[in-house]
């Protein structure tokens, strides 16, 4: 099965120098075969000659806004279309999450509460339950987040799967071959205090948020092996 990743985005200094680009920490989390998968630079409109070698796509995280009006991420929407059409498994997160839901007809914007940062249950919905890659799942997942814009709107034939009270459209389904979430299993934990402290320091993040969520951190263990379990069930069934 060859994995094609299209990178949205680029890690601060730390990350990268700790941790790698973005696309090498999902085929750390996901890929039984590194040689299958490819990364591709999406910023720079890079993409495959021959898509059709490629079965399944992983969309990452990004800084940037999936709502944006810019050339690259145009680009990229008309992509996710026509893979979408072309029958290859999507997966999308944070960022990734938000572009493929704006290209199948969703709509992504600015959080409605804000940002979203730190260690975060998600709420499993009943529908999850129904699924067979659902076995032996508990009720609900802690996952990494770092986010201020949000899935406002599913897009058509989606299954909602899992929610928060402060962002609802946290993982969506479609079919056998779209599974979207906003969190970052990919992510550990130093990731994301670094990202807190930098954008608090900047101002972006409120201070007295920041300090929650980098005690949600210090104490909460993310889901990560749950994630990496449910994703590969997908992936390669």
Not at 72 to 90: E, N, Y
Not at 157 to 177: E, K, R, V
Request: with cysteine; glycine share 8%.
């Amino acid at each position: 099965m060859q994995v094609g990743v299209l990178i949205t985005g680029h890690p601060t200094e730390f990350t990268l120098k700790n941790y790698g680009t973005y696309g090498e920490m999902f085929i750390e989390l996901l890929a039984d075969s590194p040689d299958n998968w490819v990364l591709f630079d999406a910023t720079a409109e890079e993409y495959p000659e021959d898509p059709s070698v490629f079965s399944a796509w992983v969309i990452t995280g990004s800084a940037s806004d999936a709502h944006a009006d810019e050339p690259w991420i145009h680009r990229l929407k008309d992509f996710i279309r026509a893979r979408f059409a072309d029958g290859h498994k999507l997966l999308g997160f944070c960022f990734g999450h938000q572009a493929v839901a704006g290209a199948l007809g969703g709509r992504s914007d600015r959080a409605v509460k804000g940002w979203e940062v730190g260690v975060i249950d998600i709420r499993l919905e009943p529908a999850f339950f129904e699924l067979p890659l659902s076995e032996g799942f508990p009720p609900a997942l802690s996952v990494l987040e770092s986010h201020q814009d949000e899935v406002h709107e599913l897009p058509p034939g989606a299954l909602l799967l899992g929610t928060t009270p402060q962002s609802p459209n946290q993982i969506f389904m479609i079919g056998d071959q779209v599974f979207c979430m906003q969190g970052h299993p990919e992510y550990y934990a130093e990731i994301v205090e670094d990202l807190v402290r930098t954008r608090a320091k900047k101002g972006l993040i409120p201070r007295s948020q920041a300090a929650v969520a980098l005690k949600t951190l210090a104490e909460i263990p993310p889901d990560r092996a749950l994630w990496q379990r449910l994703l590969k069930r997908f992936l390669y069934r």
